[in-house]
């Protein structure tokens, strides 16, 4: 591999894909509307941040007008100074009030319109128009049924019915459309228009690390459940990843699952690996040995991962060594590394590289072509709602683009919701540099390394 000649071609090639996009902003940070100002002013003033954030995680929970004003005034009452006199007079409000009423109205409709643009329905038949909407705009989608861990055995079995409901519907109703045909006909990943991602955590509610060999044995029961469903309607299964307590019992589940006679030849079942986890290059090399075990090829959506600020803090509070890089470049050079190495088993696994950052998706492309591996063996997946102008950029450019696309009630989704915005206002993240300081592009097409700003 010519390192230097790699580096020249990222470069060129993902200076094409800015200049596509730098005309363009996602509708999260679209400054005309009420969700692009929260998103700039989080990005601007760091309590006005920690604050709203903690309100939009707490308001679902708020039944009256009187409860919102209250934690309206309390949780921005010091920060919103920092923004502008009359965004501080706006959120001094005596609970009581007819501006009380007027208020949380604002509040609850602002947030619900922040929502939606991250989550494409309640139901599965409320998201069939918007996912056949980017089906025709010739985006792929893997589906993901928002909630949180289950505190009870009734709560699982609800989560159950509910992938059970998405399976049949999309199974039923999505191969009618027009559009259903493959986008890309010689791809693996488009022998079904219908993906579906499964949270293995939510099916089973004493899913813990102490509970191992238990957890493993009712979550592969649950998940075979799934897949005979999405066998018998031609969907593809992937296994998203989640915490470091977690992720060996849904790894172990996915080998057991997928590794069995039963399920040992359904097509490319996918598991998420994260590449800001210290061990993941050894993770994914033991999932390539797995699917050479199977004697089938397995998925793998490549990520940088979601739990980062939780699971730094926990490990500090605990006084455990982090299991997760601490500093961005490394996580990004683990992505890059990690990439290689997938793109070096295409024979085994269906890579899919997961990031919003055109530097890490640049270089897989280019790794790839370097490598002489086709278009139709990997593909992108990014999420719905965060950036639209680099999933399009790389649509015309003839690769495949899945968009992960959440589906559900606001209350479950509230936690989504709060790290999607963390992730976003983030001062190290790839959309806010692109989208908003609007960094040369030379610079965010560097090699990650430290001080990068990456």
Request: glycine letters at 6%.
């Amino acid at each position: 591999m010519n390192r230097k000649r790699l580096e020249e071609e990222i470069l060129h090639f993902g200076s094409g894909i800015f200049q596509q996009v730098q005309q363009e902003r996602p509708s999260a940070f679209n400054t005309a509307f009420w969700s692009g100002k929260v998103m700039e002013w989080s990005m601007q003033f760091q309590s006005f941040k920690t604050d709203m954030f903690r309100l939009v995680d707490v308001l679902p929970a708020l039944q009256s007008s009187r409860a919102i004003a209250s934690h309206v005034s309390e949780y921005l009452a010091e920060s919103a100074k920092e923004i502008h006199d009359l965004a501080s007079w706006g959120v001094n409000i005596p609970p009581h009030s007819l501006r009380a009423k007027a208020a949380s109205f604002a509040v609850k409709r602002g947030v619900s319109q922040m929502a939606k643009q991250f989550i494409a329905g309640e139901t599965p038949k409320g998201a069939l128009k918007e996912l056949k909407r980017l089906r025709k705009a010739g985006l792929a989608f893997t589906v993901d049924l928002l909630g949180e861990y289950c505190l009870s055995e009734k709560e699982a079995i609800e989560y159950f019915e509910r992938y059970r409901e998405a399976l049949e519907v999309f199974g039923r109703e999505v191969p009618k459309w027009g559009c259903a045909e493959p986008l890309i006909p010689s791809h693996p990943g488009e022998k079904t228009p219908v993906c579906v991602s499964v949270k293995l955590s939510a099916l089973y509610s004493q899913c813990s690390s102490l509970n191992f060999a238990k957890s493993v044995s009712v979550l592969s029961e649950r998940l075979a459940e799934l897949v005979r469903i999405a066998a018998d309607n031609t969907i593809q299964i992937y296994c998203d990843a989640e915490d470091t307590e977690h992720n060996p019992i849904i790894y172990q589940v996915f080998r057991e699952v997928f590794g069995s006679a039963e399920f040992r030849s359904y097509p490319y079942p996918g598991i998420v690996l994260q590449a800001y986890a210290k061990d993941s290059f050894q993770q994914t090399e033991q999932m390539i040995n797995f699917a050479k075990e199977r004697g089938a090829p397995i998925a793998v959506r490549l990520v940088k991962g979601a739990y980062w600020d939780a699971e730094t803090v926990s490990a500090s509070q605990k006084g455990w060594e982090n299991p997760l890089f601490e500093e961005k470049y490394l996580s990004d050079a683990s992505f890059e590394r990690i990439s290689e190495l997938l793109l070096d088993n295409v024979e085994h696994c269906l890579p899919a590289f997961g990031s919003h950052n055109i530097r890490s998706l640049s270089h897989a492309c280019m790794y790839a072509e370097q490598r002489g591996i086709g278009k139709d063996e990997f593909e992108l997946q990014m999420l719905y709602g965060m950036a639209e102008p680099i999933a399009k950029a790389f649509e015309r450019s003839d690769y495949l683009v899945r968009l992960y696309v959440p589906l559900g009630e606001l209350i479950p989704g509230m936690g989504y919701l709060v790290r999607r915005l963390l992730e976003n206002t983030s001062n190290e993240s790839f959309l806010r540099h692109t989208f908003f300081d609007e960094r040369e592009v030379n610079h965010l097409l560097q090699a990650p390394a430290p001080h990068s700003g990456k």
